[in-house]
């Protein structure tokens, strides 16, 4: 069975693209699903988020300028099943030097094609940029889904929007006329407002198929334990944040037929 391939695009910053990126991810791996982040940020917020270090030369940065191995980037993390490509500031440069390349749109599906063929990860998700330049266009065109973290915010509907017309873009462009958008998560859900549950009603009702019926609660949980390296499941296991990702990755799991062994199954009574 080969790799699925994820990725949290965006062009807003603060939507809990990250967020959602490493606690799925973390969440996933604990189904023992082997799973591979990639960082594409670089900010390296998900690289700091698991614990590890930046170092210069180990991210995608050389990979997509032909120099090394995307399998040779990867390392372990304290999660179990769960592996990253980190990022370092050099993968900034690739956002103006892709351009100037051959196929740049394609560059980074190529160069995840060796880890797709090795066979290591049934998952891969990267974590993009909070803009829609090269880096995350390339991710667009690496994905079979797109998953939009999308905050329970004003004006949500209109940043949707946008992504969806660069879905269309990489379409029309021919490198990958089979993305499809994989879901929806509603982000930063406060239940002590109206505003949250108009917002996740609004997508709801224009994209109901998309949206995941697994909602984000704003808590400061979520927030606080990225300073200390931790996935929400290490630093805080039971907290409401924490149950959210699992139901996430659990309808996740379930709308894509990843993880279990036997995809005939039937569902476990209730
Ligand atoms: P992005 O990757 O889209 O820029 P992040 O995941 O880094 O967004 O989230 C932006 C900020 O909001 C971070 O400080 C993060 O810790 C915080 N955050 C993300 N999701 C939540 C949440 N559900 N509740 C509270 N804070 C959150
Ligand atoms: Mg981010």
New binding site residues.
């Given amino acids: 069975m080969g790799s699925l391939v994820f990725t ?1 695009a ?1 062009q ?11 606690n799925l991810a973390a969440a996933l791996a604990d189904k023992k699903i082997p799973v591979l982040l990639v960082d594409l ?1 670089p900010q390296a ?2 690289t700091s988020a698991l614990g590890i270090e930046k170092e210069e030369g180990r991210s995608l940065y050389g990979p997509l300028h032909g120099e090394g191995a995307a399998l040779d980037m990867i390392v372990a993390t304290d999660v179990k099943n769960l592996s990253l490509i980190p990022s370092e500031e050099d993968l900034a440069a690739a956002e103006i030097e892709l351009a100037q390349t051959e196929n740049y749109l394609a560059r980074l599906r190529a160069v995840l094609e060796p880890v797709k063929a090795s066979g290591r990860f049934r998952v891969i998700i990267i ?1 993009c940029p ?1 803009s829609m330049g090269m880096l995350s266009m390339n991710s667009l065109a690496a994905a079979d889904h797109l998953l939009i ?1 999308l905050q329970c915010e004003y004006m949500a509907l209109e940043g949707l929007g946008q992504i969806l017309r660069n879905v269309e873009r990489i379409k029309e462009a021919g490198v990958n006329a089979a993305l499809s958008v994989g879901g929806i998560v509603m ?3 406060d239940i002590r407002t109206n505003l949250s549950r108009q917002v996740v009603d609004e997508v709801r009702q224009h994209l109901p198929d998309k949206i995941f019926n697994t909602v ?11 300073s200390f390296g931790k996935t929400i499941f290490a630093y805080d296991p039971l907290s409401p ?1 924490a149950s ?1 990702y699992k139901n996430l990755a659990r309808e996740i799991s379930a709308r894509f037929e990843i993880g279990g062994a036997a995809p005939a199954r039937p569902p476990a009574a209730i």
């Fill in positions: 949290i965006n807003k910053g603060g939507v809990g693209k990250t967020t959602t990126a490493v940020d917020n998900a974590d909070p973290a982000t930063m859900y984000i609660p704003r808590t400061v949980r979520l927030s606080e334990a990225p944040g959210a």
